[in-house]
């Protein structure tokens, strides 16, 4: 991704526990060729890092369940976001290693972000609502 394409994303927060957890996951060599993983090691190096306690209750953390709409295609999801070794096949789940997944960490409540998918496609992704956030729940330490 080009330096332009970072300035133009939307900013974003981690807490340092999630940035933690990934940055460890990502240095894993079974991601070293991996593109979504690239781009989640590009976001992470540009969020805004919080500890658990501070993280606003309407920014989408590991374990999160949020809703948003594609906005190419017009369809709305609800998804909670999960680690890849827990992104087991049941709905309503999607891993941080994939694209959506990626694109959502960090985002809050009204923030649109464009994320590339496989194949050279793109989409446009805006964050209708953050459902439910462990950390505002008191969960720090999930």
């Known amino acids: 991704m080009s330096d332009a394409n970072i300035r133009e994303r939307p900013p974003i927060t981690v807490t340092s526990l999630d940035l933690e957890r990934l940055e460890r996951l990502l240095e894993s060599s ?7 993983a690239q781009e989640l090691q590009e976001e992470l190096n540009r969020a805004r890092v919080v500890e658990p306690r501070a993280v606003p209750p309407e920014v989408i953390t590991m374990h999160s369940t949020t809703r948003f709409v594609d906005e190419v ?3 709305e999801h609800e998804l909670t976001l999960v680690y890849p070794h827990e992104a087991d096949g049941t709905p309503g789940q999607v891993s941080v290693l994939a694209p959506v997944g990626s694109a959502l ?4 409540a009204g923030q649109r972000i464009d994320w590339p998918l ?7 992704l805006r964050v209708l609502s953050v459902v439910r956030q462990p950390e505002s729940l008191g969960e720090y330490h999930r």
């Open 105 to 108: 960490l960090g985002l809050s």
């Open 118 to 124: 496989a194949g050279g496609r793109s989409t446009r």
């Open 30 to 36: 079974a991601y070293d060729d991996n593109a979504v």
């Open 73 to 75: 295609t017009g369809a």
